[in-house]
């Protein structure tokens, strides 16, 4: 029987008692942007619409962006790593199990010396592939005259966030290219394995100013919800 996705105690500013809402409403909140499946139109406009949005919300303030993916569409992944490149807040990105294909560009994508992956955690790069051309009726030349320009921009983009030379890139990218994240940093695609600031989200805000004294008596110096202070240089200010 599925359980469904979990929800969990939030509560909403101007309410006295907690709702209980859906996890991800919550990590959105928290500026944690999770992509735990294939990349498709439906997961690349929400990724997109996300780093829009938190942008808009928070230009100073970064944004975690988790990775736990087989890859998917070449043309939304790239929507995805333009996007990120683009917005004001710094990404960081962190693969969570698997970061594979588009997924391992999404990764490297991320704001150099913020980019980490755990330490059981799996990488690959291959060359990229698409269905999304065979949906319009275009020929076979069209097709692999656009598939050609596609790849190029992946190999660039690789080459710019690892620094790796682009005729290494081709030459791996020819096959199914796993690393462990201890290989993933060695190649450049994370800058290191499983920081333990990671998940302290010291951005967080409290919106219920009635509530914040009380929160505050609360809080200890362990509190990694509402804690600035020495976790801003690597999250940003809201300014």
Not at 17 to 30: A, S
Request: glycine share 8%.
């Amino acid at each position: 029987m599925p359980l469904g996705l979990p929800k969990v105690p939030f509560l909403v500013p101007g309410d006295e008692e907690v709702t209980w809402v859906e996890l991800y409403n919550v990590l959105y909140r928290c500026r944690v942007i999770v992509l735990g499946s294939e990349i498709d139109e439906e997961s690349g406009n929400q990724a997109v619409g996300l780093l829009v949005f938190l942008s808009m919300d928070a230009p100073n303030i970064n944004i975690l962006f988790t990775i736990n993916s087989p890859g998917g569409s070449v043309v939304h992944g790239l929507a995805i790593y333009d996007m990120m490149q683009w917005v004001k807040p710094e990404i960081m990105t962190v693969n969570l199990g698997l970061a594979a294909s588009m997924g391992s560009l999404l990764l490297a994508g991320g704001e150099l010396s913020k980019r980490s992956a755990l330490p059981n955690s799996l990488t690959m790069v291959h060359q990229p592939a698409s269905s999304f051309l065979r949906t319009f009726s275009v020929d076979a030349i069209t097709e692999a005259r656009i598939m050609l320009a596609l790849r190029e921009n992946v190999v660039r983009a690789y080459h710019t966030k690892t620094g790796q030379p682009i005729g290494l890139i081709y030459e791996d990218l020819e096959r199914d290219s796993f690393m462990t994240a201890t290989e993933a940093q060695a190649y450049g695609i994370v800058d290191d394995q499983g920081r333990p600031d990671l998940f302290k989200f010291p951005h967080f805000r409290v919106q219920d100013e009635d509530r914040r004294g009380e929160d505050e008596d609360r809080r200890g110096d362990d509190d990694i919800w509402h804690r600035r202070g020495k976790d801003e240089d690597m999250w940003g200010k809201d300014e």
